[in-house]
Each structure stands twice: as C-alpha cells, then as structure tokens.
C-alpha cells in the first residue's frame, strides 16, 4: 500500500488482521518500508493498494503516522534481516530480486530470475509478470544496472532510452557464442487462462439488477484470484471456486478452467510453466466469462387433447377438464428434470389410459421479478 500524492510514500501491514464475517472494516497496524521522517505523512493519504485483496474495496489511515521504536516480532525481525542482507549483498539474483520487489508494481513472486553458467556463461536473464508504466520500467533498468554484478549482462524485455554500453562485435570464429535463443525475451511473460463460470443465486427472483451486480462481483473476485498467482505459480482451481462461493447470495458454482485454446472443460490445477504467469487479461489472449443461473423460465402451453378408452365415454366436457388437469399436473413434474425443452420431449412427459396428446405448442418468456407497489 502507499500513498496516492507525490512523492509516493510505501507501507506495508506488520502484524496479520481478520475481517470477519459481519464486520465492514478492520483496523490493521502499518509501518513505512523507509526509516526516518520520510515515513511520516497527514492522514488519509495512504488509499492504494498495490496487492489486491479478496473482498477489500479500500483503504485509509484515519490518523497521521508518526516516528515510532515499537516492539518488533522475531519473525518480522528476520524477514527483514533477511531482505536486508539480500539488498545490501548486491552482484546476487537475490539481491536484484529484493531491490525490484522495493517498487510498488512488483511482487517478489513476479519476479524470474534464471541463469546457466554452463551455456550462458556471465549472462542472466530477467523477467518480471507484472504490467509496468514507463516510469516503472526505467526504475526497473536502474535498479539491476546498481545491483548487478560487474561483467554480468542482464537480459530483459524491457525498452530503455538510457544509452548502454557498446557490445563489441561477434567474432565470426568464435564457436563459443551465444545462441539467439540467450538474447531473445519472450514478449509472452503471461499464460493466456480462460474461466468460465456459472453462478446459482440463493433466489431466484433476484431482479436483473442484483443478478447483473454479482456477476461482476463473480468477474471481480476471479480476476483477484489470478491475478495473485506469481511467476510459474499454480493456479489452484479449487481457490476460484472458493472465491465464487464466499460471495453473498450464491448457492452454486459451475467452473472451467482451462489454458486459452485447449479443449474444456477442464477441473484441475492449471501448472503453468515456470516462466509464465496466469493471466485472464484479453491482451495476452486470456478469457473470462461468467454467467448467471437459475433464471425461472415461464412456459405459455397449448396443448391438444384427444380423449381415448374409458375416457370418452362419459362426458365429454368434463372429461376433457380432467385430462387437462393430469396432463398440466405431469407436464410440472417433468419439465423440472428436463435437460432441453421441446416440443417433443413435453409430449413424451405426458401419458394417459384416457386420453393422447397430438400436439403441443409452447412459447418460452424469461419470468422477471417485479416490485410491489
């Protein structure tokens, strides 16, 4: 989290809080990732949250912050030794790793770094699955070129207008040299997802309104769940369902989910490779749809009767008013297993000794819910 004014000020949560259920907020003690003045700022000023939260909407400090030498956990207290060694060591993947996880728009599990000093002696290559803004991407090449090591080139898939140093030319009887595939950053850091999803509310006469809102609560809650799985992190599919199902109102959850161009349906673990992170974003190919169930369909019927045996010798009127009402009363205990509605499929449900069904005529109507006044 940090502020939303310039200069942009970082904090983050030192001891872990619950929202329980019931309760609209919870009150969560914060300190800046910065010793010193620089951390003290007016309230309402720290708003946004870098790391989204399942079911958090926003955030604020009601009182200033202030310079403070509280206990510290021994836990917190060796994190941050530990961070601390990282950054301070330089010339290590750590080290690189710890300075870029400094910057607000990057996790430490968006962060890849690989090398081989078998093949790819002196080299290594970084990727980051985060979408950086252009002032982001240049903090990012400066913060490797201050902690990489001397002699050590750092491959990236980021654009710099920062002039680097001249490569000098390949020697063409070099048979050591580097393969293009070592130079080369795929611009695809994220693994394309499709989800789809089917919601059943509590109630089915919610009205289009309250049924359009938690779609997008559905929409919401799965795209934090992806979004919070890291560099060749396993998108776990029962998290998604978990996500949907904790959403007040909802009874049920069909979901898929599945690599974008593979076959669904699919109800397993997504394991991405451990270069590429989950992503439902359109612009890296992913998909996200959800839809909403238990919509209550209203049948118009017109069926016609013919009376038949013991049925057409009495009379006629009467008779007929009682093959009307045992085809109406068949006709509601069918249609509640009915897979696909037809013509066909509503003659077959009904069957009779006294009497046959030549036709059936139906219109279907979405049944909307309506306010009393």
Do not use: W
């Not at 007016?42 to 955030?59: D, K, N, Q, V, Y």
């Not at 998909?287 to 017109?302: F, H, K, N, P």
């Not at 509640?336 to 279907?364: E, G």
Request: glycine content about 8%; some cysteine; charged content about 20%.
């Amino acid at each position: 989290m940090s502020t939303n004014d310039s200069p942009v000020m970082v904090f983050e949560t030192s001891e872990d809080r619950t929202l329980t259920r019931g309760s609209l907020s919870v009150e969560i003690p914060v300190r800046a990732t910065v010793s010193g003045s620089p951390g003290v700022v007016p309230p309402l000023t720290i708003a946004a949250i870098h790391r989204p939260i399942l079911g958090i909407e926003s955030m604020s400090n009601p009182a200033g912050t202030q310079l403070i030498g509280a206990n510290e956990t021994d836990e917190a207290l060796r994190t941050r030794a530990r961070r601390a060694f990282e950054g301070a060591g330089k010339a290590t993947t750590g080290a690189i790793i710890s300075a870029l996880a400094t910057l607000p728009a990057i996790r430490q599990k968006d962060i890849l770094v690989s090398e081989d000093p078998l093949t790819r002696l002196g080299m290594i290559t970084l990727s980051v699955a985060a979408q950086l803004g252009a002032d982001d991407v240049g903090r990012v090449i400066d913060l490797v070129e201050s902690t990489r090591a001397a002699g050590v080139r750092v491959v990236t898939g980021f654009d710099s207008s920062t002039p680097g140093p001249i490569d000098p030319a390949p020697n063409p009887d070099d048979d050591t040299a580097v393969g293009a595939e070592a130079v080369a950053v795929k611009a695809q850091m994220f693994l394309p997802v499709s989800i789809y999803a089917v919601l059943v509310p509590l109630s089915p006469s919610l009205s289009a309104q309250d049924r359009e809102a938690l779609k997008r609560k559905g929409e919401d809650a799965l795209r934090a769940v992806v979004a919070d799985a890291g560099v060749g992190e396993t998108l776990v599919y029962n998290r998604l369902v978990t996500a949907l199902m904790a959403l007040e109102g909802v009874q049920d959850v069909t979901l898929e989910s599945y690599p974008a161009g593979a076959l669904p349906p699919s109800h397993r673990n997504l394991v991405p490779p451990p270069t590429l992170r989950p992503s439902v974003d359109v612009k890296f190919g992913g998909s996200l749809e959800v839809e909403m169930g238990g919509q209550l369909i209203a049948l118009d019927l017109t069926i016609k009767i013919k009376l038949a045996g013991a049925g057409a010798l009495g009379d006629k009127t009467a008779d007929l008013e009682d093959a009307r009402v045992q085809a109406a009363g068949q006709l509601r205990l069918a249609v509640r297993s009915l897979t696909s509605v037809s013509a066909a499929a509503l003659k077959a449900a009904v069957s009779s000794l006294n009497f046959t069904i030549d036709s059936v005529v139906f219109y279907a109507r979405v049944r909307r819910s309506r306010c009393a006044h």
